[in-house]
Nanobody, 129 residues
Framework: QVQLVESGGGLVQAGGSLRLSCAAS????????MGWFRQAPGKEREIVAA????????YYSDSVKGRFTISRDNAKNTVYLQMNSLKPEDTASYYC??????????????????????WGQGTQVTVSS
């Protein structure tokens, strides 16, 4: 079983930055693709960014490309989401998610909600205009 705990959310003005962290338990973190999702009230959960277990490959949704950066430190069992140039439309609950270890290649990442097996409780990000 993998447990994920997000931190780093908060209230920030438009144009500001936040760094989200997701600490994972378990011994298989270093071989698990990871992702960040967000969900605003009344909307479906959507992918923000994803990263392969090696960190070699990353994916970003069009809405955050060029502003957000996903990274991971396998020695610390932690994945990060650096969010710059934040906009009011980035306001949402942000969730960290992990794919079960299935011996994926080093460049594999997952972009679909259904492809993830473990989820954190979420951290709120609010961007004021």
């Amino acid at each position: 079983q993998v447990q994920l705990v997000e931190s780093g959310g908060g209230l920030v003005q438009a144009g500001g930055s936040l760094r989200l962290s997701c600490a994972a338990s378990g011994r298989t973190f270093s071989t698990q693709p990871m992702g960040w999702f967000r969900q605003a009230p009344g909307k479906e959960r959507e992918i923000v960014a994803a990263i392969s277990w090696s960190g070699y490959s990353t994916y970003y949704s069009d809405s955050v490309k060029g502003r957000f950066t996903i990274s991971r430190d396998n020695a610390k069992n932690t994945v990060y989401l650096q969010m710059n140039s934040l906009k009011p439309e980035d306001t949402a609950s942000y969730y960290c998610a992990a794919v079960r270890d299935r011996n994926y290649g080093s460049t594999y990442y997952e972009t679909g909600v259904q492809g993830y097996d473990y989820w954190g409780q979420g951290t709120q990000v609010t961007v004021s205009s």
